[in-house]
């Protein structure tokens, strides 16, 4: 079953949303504590993990049918990453 566009740009909205959320809330609370290099080193690692996540759920999203056996310790990491980025969005005050 293909990943149908609807989901693939919801999915996309969400992770801009939480890449948002995440690197406002670090901004703010490291400014003027670090150099330009540190802070772009910090948002490097941020955006190559959250997009690592959402490439992750991409191919999940797309290799999932009727017939696939999920692999609840990977579901189970997913959950909890998605648990984390919720609690970052309520710090930075966003939905």
Request: proline content about 0%; charged content about 25%.
């Given at each position: 079953m293909a990943m149908s566009v609807p989901v693939?740009?919801?999915l996309r909205a969400r992770r801009d949303r939480a890449?948002?959320?995440?690197l406002g809330v670090l901004e703010e609370d490291l400014k003027g504590k670090i150099t330009k290099a540190e802070w772009d080193d910090i948002r490097g690692t941020?955006?190559?993990?959250?997009?690592?996540?959402?490439d992750a759920v991409l191919d999940l999203m797309k290799?999932?049918?009727?017939?696939?056996?999920?692999?609840?310790a990977i579901f189970d990491l997913l959950t909890?990453?998605?648990n984390q980025?919720?609690?970052a969005r309520r710090r930075a005050g966003t939905p």
């Open positions: 693939r740009n919801f890449l948002g959320s995440i941020v955006l190559d993990g959250v997009n690592g996540y959402h290799s999932e049918d009727d017939t696939s056996v999920r692999n609840d909890d990453i998605s980025l919720g609690t």
